[in-house]
């Protein structure tokens, strides 16, 4: 993950109070705390030294040195992911509003998400789906759209891979996989309770699974291998999960794109000769 302003935007929700309230601080002046020691901002946000090495670990950095060398490098990147992008729907706008509203939110939910992208992790990702025999990828409502996607995707390089939405066939299926399958599991929340029932019969199989979240501690990342995370968090449920959809679609472009790059002759081979038998239907 590139991006340390927004891999603490994205990880607010699964803080503690006391935590949040630190991260809120340093997103609301990330350029004051550069320059505090660790007891400076502990006597500012009126929170303990302790508190602020919890929240540091709780969103997956090494400690108050490594957070403030990455709030460095996205400030002189010129980033401001500490603000809030997503414009929110009301009633009555104007359709020009409207067409507005979904190209900057959905810019923004792109940008976002590429900012979160762990490339270490993506790579290792992947490497394990070319890997392996069969791919399994668990989606349930708006996600089910996007694990729709990717199998779709997966058939056009000729890949074994089966979309799984709903909850028994993801179940019957997680039973017969195998070390040498993958799942790719994905939840916006990281809490679908189906998804997590059936990684978790996955996992006493010994499967390897992937997981596609929000950035954050949740379940469905909690059981995976290798956690990919998807941008933005949404405010509330005049949104839906028209954002979350484009970012987790934005994710699996990226993974397919580098199923193809890294096995570039049978994929093109297999991509001509799925156009070829479509187009001859015309």
């Not at 490339?119 to 399994?136: F, G, V, Y």
């Not at 909850?167 to 679908?192: K, M, N, P, R």
């Not at 469905?220 to 405010?235: F, N, R």
């Amino acid at each position: 993950m590139n991006n340390t302003l927004e891999r603490i935007k994205q990880g607010l929700y699964s803080l503690s109070p006391s935590e949040k309230k630190v991260a809120a601080y340093i997103l609301d002046d990330p350029e004051r705390v550069l320059s505090m020691p660790i007891a400076e901002l502990s006597m500012n946000a009126n929170i303990s030294e302790a508190t602020i090495i919890r929240m540091c670990r709780a969103l997956q950095f090494k400690g108050y040195h490594d957070l403030k060398l990455g709030i460095s490098a996205a400030l002189n990147n010129h980033l401001e992911e500490g603000k809030v992008f997503y414009a929110e729907m009301s009633a009555n706008k104007e359709l020009s509003h409207i067409v507005d509203y979904v190209y900057h939110n959905t810019m923004q939910s792109i940008k976002s998400t590429i900012s979160l992208v762990d490339l270490p992790a993506m790579e290792a990702a992947i490497k394990l789906i070319l890997s392996s025999n069969r791919i399994a990828v668990l989606g349930v409502g708006a996600s089910a759209i996007v694990a729709m996607d990717f199998e779709q995707k997966c058939k056009r390089i000729n890949r074994w891979c089966e979309a799984l939405t709903d909850s028994h066939t993801q179940l019957t299926t997680a039973v017969h996989l195998t070390e040498s399958d993958v799942i790719l599991a994905i939840s916006y929340s990281g809490e679908t309770k189906e998804i997590v029932e059936a990684m978790q019969v996955a996992k006493k199989r010994n499967v390897p699974i992937i997981s596609l979240t929000r950035y954050g501690n949740n379940k469905v990342q909690g059981l995976a291998d290798i956690k990919l995370y998807a941008s933005p968090t949404e405010h509330s449920i005049r949104s839906g999960a028209t954002a979350s959809r484009i970012s987790q679609l934005s994710v699996v472009d990226i993974i397919f794109m580098g199923m193809i790059s890294n096995d570039w002759d049978n994929s093109v081979e297999s991509l001509n000769s799925t156009r070829e038998v479509i187009k001859s239907r015309k």
